[in-house]
C-alpha cells in the first residue's frame, strides 16, 4: 500500500518482537513471583518436588544433593521478594536478580540436567539485560528500623512455612507429636537445633535443611537491612519554607489548604523558574500531594512535571488528595491522570452568617446554653498569646487528642504556635468559674492557618473531655463572629468526604445504588468521620466546594487509599514508641526575633 497507515505487525512478528520495553518489568516481576511459589511449594511438598513440575521451579539456585527442599525453599522467598521491586523498577532489585539467574542455570545443567530450568532462567535473563534501562528507579526513603520490621515479617513467615514443612511428612512422622512438640520443632530448627519431632529415613534432615535454611535466610536479610546506608525521608529544609512562604505571600488567597504545605514532614519540588511548587510524602511507594500546587498557576505545569519526573525516577505511585476543580484540570491535562470526586470542603462567607433564623435555631440554642453555663471564648493570632498561655494550650491539644497518632495530613498543619507561624489564629474557650488547675481553666481550642490575606483554614479542633457537649460549635460561631475585626472573610471549616452521596442519598426519589452506597458511608461512618463530619459542618449553612483525588489508574485506588490513610493517622504502621527515633529539633527562633522581623515587614 502506498501513502497509506503502516500495516500492523503479525501475531509471529509480535512474538518475535517481545513486550513493550515499558511493560517488561511488571511482567518479569510476575513471573519471577509465579517461580518463587513454585519453587516454595517444591520445597515444601516432597509430593510436588517429584513431579514434571518441579522443572519449571527450578531457576534459582538448583535442587541438587541432599539440601534439594532448603535451596529450592530459599529459592522462592529470595525470588518473592526480588519479585516486588523488579515490578516497581527498582535497580538494586534488577541487580540482584541478573546475578542470581545464571548461577541458577548452571546449576540446572550442572546438578539436573535440566534444559528447561534452564531455558526458563535465561528467558528471565533475556529482557532483564535487553530492557536494563527501564530498571533505573532509586531506592525508596528508608531508616535501618526497617530491619527490625523485616524481621518480625520474617520471622511470622518462617513460622508459618516451617509448620507446613514440619506437617508435610504425615507418613515419615513418628508417633503422634502434639501442636507445642510440632511448634517447638519449628523454633529449635529455625535455630539449626535438632527438636522433639522425629521422622524416619532421611526426612529428618530434609526438615533440619528446611528449617535452617529459612532462619538463615532471616538472619541475613536483617542483618543486610540494618547494615545498609540510609535514605531518610526528604523533609522540608529551612530554605524551602522561606521559599513556600514567599510563594503563600503572594498566591495564598487561591486555595485554603495552601498553608498545610508549611507542614515539615513533606518534601516540595520547585518549577524551573521557581514561581510554583508541589509538597509531598511518600507513603508506602505512593508519592502523595495535596491541595493544588504553590504559586503561580501559569508556573503550575512545570512544579507538575518536576513532580511527575521523580515519581518516575524512584518508580513512586503518583497521587493527589484533595485538590480543587482548577488544580485538578491541570494535573489532569499536564499529566494525562484521572481525577475522582473526593468530597466537598466547607466554607462559610463572614458577610452572610448569622446565628439569627430559624436554620441556625440548634447551634444558636447550644450556644446561648454553654455561654449561660459560664463559658467565655478568646479569639485572637497566636503572635498576640504569651509564651505561658501558648505553653499552656499546646500541653492541653496534647493531653486531649483522642489517639496516640497525630491525625491530618492534607488539611493539619501538625504544631501550634511556632514563631513563624505568628498570623495563625486560635479560638479558647474557658470555664470562668472553674479552678485554675494545669490548663488554667482553658476547656477548648480551635486553631486556623492563614487562607491568604482575608481568610482562615480550621487546621485542629480540641476539647476536654469532661466540659459540656458543644465545645466547638461555640468556638466556630466566636471565631466567625471575630472574623471581621480581625480581617477575615471566608472560613475554611472540616472536609467532608463524600457529601455529596450523603446528601443525595438521603432525598427522597434516590435509587438504590445512591442508597446501598449511602448506606455504606453511614455504616463506615462508626469508625471514619464521614457522617458525622458532613452534618457538623451543614450547620453553619456552608457553602461547598468540591475537592478531588487524582490518581494514575483505577488498579492504584485501593493502594492510594490505604497510603492515604497512613498519612492521615487512621492506619498506625509505625513502630512502637519506645522504638522510634525522636524527631530532629527544630530550628530555634526566639518570639523576639520573629515580632521584629514582622514589625519590620
Known amino acids: 500500500m502506498s501513502g497509506g497507515v503502516p500495516a500492523e505487525p503479525t501475531g509471529l512478528r509480535r512474538v518475535l518482537r517481545g513486550p513493550r520495553p515499558e511493560n517488561v518489568p511488571l511482567l518479569v516481576g510476575r513471573a519471577c513471583a509465579l517461580v518463587g511459589l513454585l519453587d516454595i511449594a517444591a520445597g515444601v ?84 539485560l535487553r530492557h536494563r534501562d527501564q530498571f533505573a528507579a532509586l531506592p525508596d526513603p528508608r531508616s535501618r528500623w526497617r530491619a527490625l520490621a523485616n524481621f518480625v515479617l520474617m520471622s511470622a513467615g518462617s513460622l508459618v512455612l516451617g509448620l507446613i514443612v514440619v506437617n508435610a511428612h504425615p507418613h515419615h512422622m513418628i508417633g503422634d507429636p502434639s501442636l507445642a512438640d510440632r511448634i517447638t520443632h519449628v523454633l529449635y530448627g529455625l535455630f539449626g537445633v535438632e527438636g522433639p519431632v522425629d521422622y524416619r529415613g532421611h526426612t529428618s534432615w530434609t526438615v533440619a535443611s528446611s528449617l535452617g535454611a529459612l532462619g538463615l535466610l532471616t538472619a541475613v536479610t536483617t542483618i543486610y537491612l540494618a547494615l545498609r546506608p540510609e535514605h531518610p525521608a526528604a523533609r522540608l529544609t529551612e530554605d524551602d519554607e522561606n521559599r513556600l512562604r514567599a510563594l503563600l505571600a503572594r498566591h495564598g488567597g487561591r486555595d485554603s489548604l495552601g498553608h498545610f504545605a508549611l507542614r515539615r514532614d513533606k518534601a516540595v519540588v520547585f518549577s524551573p523558574s521557581g514561581k510554583a511548587a508541589v509538597t509531598y510524602r511518600v507513603v508506602s511507594g505512593v508519592m502523595l500531594a495535596s491541595g493544588d500546587p504553590i504559586g503561580d498557576v501559569e508556573a503550575w505545569p512545570g ?155 480550621l487546621d485542629l479542633m480540641r476539647r476536654d473531655r469532661a466540659a459540656d457537649p458543644g465545645m466547638n460549635e461555640l468556638l466556630i460561631a466566636a471565631a466567625l463572629q471575630a472574623a471581621p475585626r480581625l480581617g477575615i472573610a471566608r472560613v475554611s471549616l472540616n472536609f467532608a468526604m463524600f457529601r455529596a452521596a450523603l446528601a443525595r442519598g438521603e432525598k427522597i426519589g434516590a435509587g438504590p445504588v445512591l442508597r446501598a452506597w449511602r448506606g455504606l458511608l453511614v455504616f463506615l461512618s462508626r469508625w471514619f468521620q464521614i457522617e458525622s463530619l458532613y452534618k457538623f459542618n451543614a450547620k453553619f449553612r456552608p457553602r461547598w466546594e468540591p475537592r478531588f483525588v487524582v490518581y494514575r489508574a483505577s488498579a492504584d485506588l485501593p493502594r492510594i487509599g490505604f497510603a492515604a490513610m497512613q498519612a492521615e493517622g487512621f492506619v498506625a504502621l509505625t513502630l512502637p514508641r519506645f522504638l522510634r527515633r525522636g524527631t530532629p529539633a527544630r530550628r530555634p527562633c526566639p518570639r523576639g526575633v520573629w515580632e521584629r522581623g514582622a514589625r519590620a515587614a
Open 45 to 128: 511438598f516432597p509430593c510436588f518436588r517429584h513431579s514434571r513440575m518441579h522443572a519449571l521451579a527450578e531457576v534459582l539456585p538448583g535442587s541438587f544433593g541432599p539440601f534439594a527442599a532448603a535451596l529450592s525453599l530459599s529459592a522462592g522467598v529470595l525470588l518473592l521478594l526480588l519479585a516486588h521491586g523488579l515490578k516497581r523498577r527498582k535497580r538494586r532489585a534488577w541487580r540482584a536478580a541478573v546475578a542470581l539467574l545464571p548461577f541458577g542455570a548452571v546449576a540446572q545443567f550442572t546438578y539436573r540436567h535440566s534444559f528447561l530450568g534452564v531455558l526458563i532462567s535465561l528467558a528471565l535473563l533475556a529482557p532483564l
Open 303 to 457: 512544579a507538575i512535571e518536576r513532580f511527575m519526573d521523580e515519581a518516575r525516577a524512584h518508580s513512586w505511585t503518583p497521587a493527589v488528595m484533595g485538590c480543587s476543580e482548577t488544580g485538578g484540570e491541570v494535573w489532569t491535562r499536564e499529566t494525562g491522570l484521572d481525577a475522582l470526586e473526593l468530597g466537598d470542603e466547607a466554607v462559610v462567607d463572614v458577610a452572610d452568617f448569622s446565628l439569627a433564623g430559624r436554620a441556625m435555631r440548634n447551634v444558636r440554642q447550644m450556644v446561648k446554653r454553654i455561654e449561660r453555663a459560664g463559658y467565655e471564648t478568646r479569639v485572637r493570632r497566636v503572635a498576640d498569646l504569651s509564651d505561658a498561655e501558648l505553653d499552656r494550650v499546646r500541653r492541653a491539644a496534647d493531653a486531649w487528642r483522642g489517639t496516640d497518632t497525630e491525625r491530618g495530613f492534607s488539611m493539619a498543619l501538625g504544631r501550634i504556635g511556632d514563631p513563624s507561624d505568628g498570623d495563625c489564629l486560635i479560638a479558647t474557650a474557658h470555664k470562668q468559674d472553674a479552678e485554675p488547675g494545669e490548663y488554667g481553666g482553658l476547656k477548648a481550642v480551635l486553631h486556623f492557618v492563614p487562607w491568604g490575606a482575608d481568610g482562615v483554614s
